[in-house]
């Protein structure tokens, strides 16, 4: 049976690959995969699977269907087709939907007797909205009995981990002077932010195999501004550890920022708390921070009202109707606020 398989999927190597090089050619993002959803369900389409596009909440989302007889188990196959936003395909998404389609269509024509429902699932907009969360709360997903997906690497594998995330976005303030005149009097954030990231360096050898620590400078203003922001990202390997995530994730975080502020003794950092479900809403809470203005980057797809919540007044403003993609905001620069965007359309 396996090399039955495997023959099969030989058979359609030139159209997958075909398919994956073109759309390897035209990247696409964030729910607008048009051409890469058109391309992989037309292929479905002529293999006999009867498609179904929008699923789930996302214009490019599509359920496709074959059933071989009745009363067998729902086999879920998932593909994924979007690119990185301003990268392009480094992730071999572009390799993922052509071969899940090669892996269902092989297993479509393998001549098994037993009944079977063969369901490819098309989930856009990975990489910036994680679309497959929003359409479980939509609905789909809740009629297979197994779900496979695939993903390019260096060689082949079976990969049995599901992944837990928390992030965080710190900034260090520090203070301005003159680099020769008076060294002495300024404070510069950017060595805090060198040894809060020697910090979590120096943790790695205290977690346990399966954690992953990442972080990255999001604002680099160059010498006249002497505020910089960092963006860290702690992962856990096993979907059972997220309550360990959640029990490590903030007073790890806070540590190095103690580390970043005592050590270097001038600097102080803040948390912007963000979150979103779906393209439903965002939410931005600054807490200590005292912004005038920030940017909100939202889908381009859909329309949303954009509200300042006031914490300390417990008032909430409405900023903008109608706002998509990136959208300017103007704030009112005091602590305990929070900017909350809710799709209207």
Same mark, same amino acid.
């Given at each position: 049976?396996?090399?039955?398989?495997?023959?099969?999927?030989?058979?359609?190597?030139?159209?997958?690959?075909?398919?994956?090089?073109?759309?390897?050619?035209?990247?696409?993002?964030?729910?607008?995969?048009?051409?890469?959803?058109?391309?992989?369900?037309?292929?479905?389409?002529?293999?006999?699977?009867?498609?179904?596009?929008?699923?789930?909440?996302?214009?490019?989302?599509?359920?496709?269907?074959?059933?071989?007889?009745?009363?067998?188990?729902?086999?879920?196959?998932?593909?994924?087709?979007?690119?990185?936003?301003?990268?392009?395909?480094?992730?071999?998404?572009?390799?993922?939907?052509?071969?899940?389609?090669?892996?269902?269509?092989?297993?479509?024509?393998?001549?098994?007797?037993?009944?079977?429902?063969?369901?490819?699932?098309?989930?856009?907009?990975?990489?910036?909205?994680?679309?497959?969360?929003?359409?479980?709360?939509?609905?789909?997903?809740?009629?297979?009995?197994?779900?496979?997906?695939?993903?390019?690497?260096?060689?082949?594998?079976?990969?049995?981990?599901?992944?837990?995330?928390?992030?965080?976005?710190?900034?260090?303030?520090?203070?301005?002077?003159?680099?020769?005149?008076?060294?002495?009097?300024?404070?510069?954030?950017?060595?805090?932010?060198?040894?809060? +990231?020697?910090?979590?360096?120096?943790?790695? %050898?205290? $977690?346990?195999?399966?954690?992953?620590? *990442?972080?990255?400078?999001? #604002? &680099?203003?160059?010498?006249?501004?002497?505020?910089?922001?960092?963006?860290?990202?702690?992962?856990?390997?096993?979907?059972?550890?997220?309550?360990?995530?959640?029990?490590?994730?903030?007073?790890?975080?806070?540590?190095?920022?103690?580390?970043?502020?005592?050590?270097?003794?001038?600097?102080?950092?803040?948390?912007?708390?963000?979150?979103?479900?779906?393209?439903?809403?965002?939410?931005? +809470?600054?807490?200590?921070?005292?912004?005038? %203005?920030? $940017?909100?980057?939202?889908?381009?797809? *859909?329309?949303?009202?954009? #509200? &300042?919540?006031?914490?300390?007044?417990?008032?909430?403003?409405?900023?903008?109707?109608?706002?998509?993609?990136?959208?300017?905001?103007?704030?009112?620069?005091?602590?305990?606020?929070?900017?909350?965007?809710?799709?209207?359309?």
């Amino acid at each position: 049976m396996k090399e039955q398989l495997f023959g099969a999927v030989e058979a359609q190597r030139d159209n997958l690959t075909a398919m994956a090089d073109k759309i390897f050619d035209h990247p696409e993002y964030e729910g607008e995969e048009v051409m890469a959803s058109g391309l992989l369900t037309d292929y479905l389409k002529d293999n006999d699977f009867e498609v179904e596009m929008g699923v789930g909440g996302f214009k490019t989302a599509f359920r496709a269907v074959y059933e071989h007889g009745t009363g067998g188990p729902v086999i879920g196959i998932l593909c994924e087709y979007d690119a990185l936003k301003g990268l392009g395909h480094g992730c071999g998404h572009h390799m993922q939907g052509p071969s899940c389609l090669g892996a269902a269509i092989a297993l479509k024509n393998a001549g098994l007797k037993e009944p079977f429902k063969l369901v490819v699932y098309g989930t856009p907009a990975e990489e910036t909205l994680g679309s497959k969360c929003e359409m479980i709360k939509n609905g789909c997903f809740k009629e297979l009995d197994v779900a496979f997906m695939m993903h390019g690497a260096p060689n082949t594998c079976t990969d049995v981990k599901c992944l837990a995330q928390n992030s965080y976005t710190v900034t260090f303030k520090g203070k301005r002077a003159h680099a020769a005149l008076a060294p002495d009097k300024g404070k510069s954030a950017f060595d805090a932010l060198l040894v809060a +990231f020697n910090g979590v360096e120096f943790l790695r %050898e205290h $977690v346990p195999d399966d954690v992953r620590m *990442h972080y990255t400078v999001e #604002e &680099l203003p160059g010498p006249i501004e002497p505020v910089e922001s960092w963006i860290m990202k702690m992962t856990h390997v096993s979907d059972e550890e997220k309550e360990q995530l959640l029990q490590q994730g903030e007073p790890f975080v806070k540590a190095m920022l103690r580390m970043g502020d005592e050590l270097v003794d001038f600097c102080n950092s803040e948390f912007v708390y963000q979150g979103h479900c779906g393209q439903e809403a965002y939410l931005t +809470f600054y807490d200590l921070r005292t912004c005038a %203005e920030d $940017v909100l980057e939202l889908p381009e797809a *859909h329309k949303y009202r954009v #509200e &300042l919540i006031d914490t300390w007044d417990m008032t909430r403003t409405v900023l903008l109707e109608n706002a998509s993609g990136k959208t300017k905001l103007t704030l009112p620069g005091k602590e305990g606020t929070a900017v909350l965007a809710r799709k209207v359309d």
